[in-house]
């Protein structure tokens, strides 16, 4: 039998039920690079804020939960900016999403030097909140836009993988927030020069990014929202046309488990410091430069979780690692010296592939909302702005090592949506 040209693109886009899907396609390599090195440009900026967060503590005379609103700007963005950035990249696509995205973070970088000068922490509230948007715009664009780089069947995959270079950021973001701020500050010292100029060197990177990414040509991304094809499993389609968003149960689980997972990532990182401190009897410096440690944690759980889901299916480690890191809250807040610490840093193995599997997960045959989805999942990110603020008051009242029994709540309700609801309905 004949096939029309439409009829043999879509037979080679979705393939046989039986066909092995590919991670991606040979004309999407370039442009997968360069977004993936994205995540890594906002896992720096990301933990950054919680070497911050303690800086301020020391030069601004900020109690715990005070410096907190380090978290609330950053996170508190992603709340305001997440369907701004989704409509943008709706109107005008994911190449000026990103440009947008980058130019919002480098803006908000420049501002630390008016704010330092002034020595006003309203004012690196403001820089925060810029960049803050930058991260938003950039983390809603990026996320759909990996999904969109093949077969939709291993989307779980190249967001796993694209994030694993996230926490690649998450671990340079410390070793150079401790070396710029730790590492010759002198205890009572309210100088902030150094952050001035952290961020003018951070600024001045990604602008450079910025524009050389305005000269990378993007690949036609060819729009399976609007077609109809055999393997719902391959392709993006809507699963149940009828439904509006949010009637989508597997999305509406999947916003609710990104809110709590960032709650749980925002506090458990906020003080991380505070805890090998008050806990363990580190020095600053010395529980900054663990904190590498624990980002590498991190980065570990992203390429084993990404090669674990080629035999077990994502939601099933989701829910799994979900539970491990219930058992390990339990025995970081009994404050055991370095058991706890040990789970404490165990924390961010099992967390890493949270974050990407739920939006993944989230996104799942949402066909013509997806662009829509993606920014209620990025909008999901205000838990990180809200959660330190309450595991900083349990952390001043109560020690920090108990603070750690809140985020329990938080894993349980993601170990829910990988056990059961994160199931597409039609």
Not at 31 to 57: E, Y
Not at 80 to 97: D, E, Q, S, T
Not at 167 to 178: D, E, K, N, T, V
Not at 407 to 420: D, E, R, S
Request: some cysteine.
């Amino acid at each position: 039998m004949q096939l029309t040209e439409t009829e043999r693109t879509l037979q080679n886009k979705v393939g046989t039920a039986t066909d092995k899907a590919q991670f991606t396609e040979k004309r999407f390599l370039t442009i997968l690079v360069f977004v993936t090195s994205l995540f890594l440009c906002w896992g720096v900026a990301i933990t950054m804020g919680d070497v911050l967060n303690k800086h301020f503590q020391n030069t601004l005379s900020l109690s715990r939960s005070q410096s907190a609103f380090v978290q609330f700007a950053i996170f508190g963005a992603y709340f305001v900016m997440g369907i701004p950035a989704g409509l943008f990249m709706k109107r005008f696509g994911y190449k000026n999403g990103v440009l947008l995205g980058l130019s919002l973070f480098a803006l908000g970088s420049f501002l630390f030097v008016p704010a330092a000068n002034t020595a006003s922490f309203p004012f690196f509230g403001v820089a925060l909140f810029i960049l803050g948007c930058g991260l938003s715009t950039l983390e809603t664009v990026a996320h759909p836009f990996v999904a969109a780089l093949g077969d939709q069947r291993t989307s779980d995959q190249r967001i796993n993988f694209a994030q694993s270079f996230n926490a690649l950021g998450a671990i340079i973001g410390p070793a150079i927030g401790s070396y710029f701020l730790f590492k010759n500050h002198v205890p009572g010292s309210t100088d902030l020069g150094s952050v001035k100029m952290l961020y003018i060197i951070i600024g001045s990177v990604i602008s450079a990014i910025a524009v050389g990414f305005a000269f990378v040509k993007v690949p036609a991304l060819t729009d399976p929202h609007a077609e109809v094809v055999a393997d719902e499993e391959a392709v993006n389609v809507d699963a149940a046309p009828g439904k509006k968003l949010f009637q989508h149960t597997h999305f509406a689980w999947a916003v609710a488990a990104q809110f709590f997972n960032v709650a749980a990532q925002a506090g458990t990182w906020a003080f991380f410091i505070n805890y090998g401190e008050e806990v363990m009897g580190f020095p600053e410096a010395k529980a900054a430069k663990y904190m590498m440690l624990f980002m590498a944690m991190m980065l570990s759980g992203r390429f084993i979780g990404t090669f674990l889901m080629r035999v077990i299916k994502p939601h099933t480690l989701l829910a799994a690692f979900a539970a491990g890191n219930i058992l390990m809250c339990i025995i970081v807040a009994q404050g055991l010296g370095w058991p706890s610490f040990i789970a404490l840093l165990a924390l961010n193995f099992f967390f890493s592939i949270m974050f990407p599997t739920i939006f993944s997960l989230g996104l799942k045959n949402l066909g013509h909302h997806t662009q829509q989805a993606s920014s209620f999942l990025s909008m999901g990110v205000v838990g990180g702005a809200l959660f330190p603020f309450f595991m900083g008051k349990l952390a001043d009242n109560i020690g920090v090592a108990h603070s750690y029994y809140l985020p329990i709540i938080c894993y349980f309700v993601i170990f829910l949506f990988g056990w059961k609801f994160y199931k597409v309905k039609h």
